[in-house]
């Protein structure tokens, strides 16, 4: 009898920790959301200056990494997930201000990564759970609360591109709906794009 209750009080107390709560990016996210953008892209060895960079594209209200575009998953009030995700109707103008801005703190005149997305569908840009909340469905959590927003704003179809080489990463999406469309290059680099239709 003592042995159920103690059982009883870990899956309650295991219940409590691993409760995910969703709420929109807030400013003081904009770093958080910058290391997701560059985990999601891959890059590992990021310089202080190009992190500088990005983390104040992330504080602005009209990029394609704005918080205003962001999801954030909270485990025990802990930022453990990140998705941004837009309309793509807004992609051009957000992209030529965030690749701009980008290409000045890199010491470029101009960067032509390509296009990911267009009007008529709903992107899904970058998603990322940090390493020490994985294994708690976070990533699935962000992603069907967007479906969700993304319903109510109207929209039916919903993209994103993801790395040809990670197969883990399809099977993801795959489980939620998503099917393999087109194969697309950015930054040089050749992705799947994946879409779902929303009923």
């Known amino acids: 009898r003592i042995s159920l209750i103690f059982y009883k009080i870990f899956i309650i107390i295991e219940e409590k920790m691993n409760k995910v709560e969703i709420r929109k990016g807030l400013p003081g996210d904009a770093e958080v959301i910058a290391k997701a953008v560059f985990e999601a892209m891959g890059i590992k060895d990021v310089s ?12 602005m209200e009209d990029t394609l990494y704005s918080y205003n575009n962001t999801d954030i998953a909270l485990c025990d009030g802990r930022p453990a997930g990140v998705l941004i ?3 793509g109707a807004d992609y051009n103008d957000m992209a030529n ?20 997305t267009g009007p008529g569908e709903y992107y899904m840009d970058s998603l990322y759970v940090l390493p020490e909340f994985r294994g708690k469905s976070i990533g699935k959590i962000l992603i069907e609360n967007g479906f969700e ?13 993801v790395d040809i080489v990670k197969p883990w990463l399809h099977k993801l999406y795959g489980s939620v709906g998503f ?5 697309v290059m950015f930054f040089g680099e050749p992705f799947y794009k994946m879409a779902k239709k929303l009923k």
């Open 48 to 59: 202080p200056l190009l992190m500088k960079a990005l983390t104040d594209i992330c504080g």
């Open 97 to 116: 201000r965030t690749f701009s801005l980008v290409a000045k703190a890199m010491g470029k005149e101009k960067l032509n990564p390509g296009t990911e």
């Open 179 to 183: 099917v393999m469309e087109s194969e």
């Open 85 to 87: 995700s837009y309309d």
């Open 149 to 161: 927003e993304i319903k109510s704003k109207g929209f039916t179809r919903v993209t994103l591109l």
